[in-house]
């Protein structure tokens, strides 16, 4: 069974470009999760998808920062204009249908953004 | 608020050392507790969990014990080797989906 992914794997662009960031969950997993680890500090929560449906969006830093996922599958980071602070190791994760706090949550390998 | 402190690295040992990474958490009611590990070049896999005080989480000879009473979650190994080089998490959840993750700590094992 292929993990979570995602694309690119690496990114470096200039401050006020836009950069996409994708994630294609577990299939059959219905939870998303985008985090956020920026250098050195914890990897902090970003949102949160069920299906197509934004479930907590609570850790969303600014309104710059934009995540979709239509059709419920793959999910999109979209950060437009990108600041130098953006930079960081930006994971995905997914679990299966169910909000059980027990569930265990599968990590994409990340995506690094350089932001110059 | 839900928060997780661990130590800080990076930690360097000899193989076959003695391995503890301390976490401690702060939460409201009774949050499950995890530990992440990244292997270079890969995504943060599961090492072991625990769900309610007392328990005791071990996985690849690494274990932990939610203790209640010194909101910890201590990461112990008995004898370290090579390909235990990571990066370890700890985290916590509550209720509903997301983690609370701490800043994680660099392990590197020399043979």
């Known amino acids: 069974e292929a993990g979570v992914t995602q694309f690119p794997s690496h990114s470096v662009i200039e401050k006020g470009q836009t950069v996409t960031l994708r994630c294609d969950p577990i299939?059959?997993?219905?939870?998303l999760y985008w985090y956020r680890r920026v250098m050195g500090k914890e990897i902090k929560f970003l949102l949160h998808f069920v299906k197509e449906s934004k479930q907590d969006e609570s850790g969303m830093p600014n309104n710059r920062f934009l995540a979709e996922r239509t059709g419920g599958t793959y999910s999109t980071l979209k950060v437009q204009p990108a600041e130098l602070e953006d930079s960081g190791v930006y994971f995905c994760?997914?679990?299966?249908?169910?909000?059980?706090?027990?569930?265990?949550?599968?990590f994409g390998p990340g995506t690094r953004l350089t932001v110059l | 608020g839900n928060s997780v402190t661990q130590m800080e690295g990076p930690v360097t040992l000899s193989e076959e050392a003695f391995l503890t990474i301390n976490c401690t958490y702060t939460a409201t009611g009774y949050p499950s507790l995890f530990w992440y590990v990244q292997y270079p070049g890969e995504g943060l896999q599961l090492l072991l969990k625990a769900t309610k005080a007392d328990d005791k989480g071990s996985n690849k000879g690494f274990e932990a014990t939610y203790r209640k009473e010194t909101t910890s979650f201590h990461l112990e190994k008995g004898s370290v080797q090579v390909s235990d080089s990571a990066v370890y998490f700890c985290a916590l959840r509550r209720t509903g989906n997301q983690f609370y993750f701490g800043t994680g700590t660099s392990l590197t094992v020399i043979p």
């Open positions: 994760a997914s679990s299966p249908p169910g909000t059980s706090g027990y569930n265990e949550q599968f």
């Open positions: 299939s059959g997993h219905d939870n």
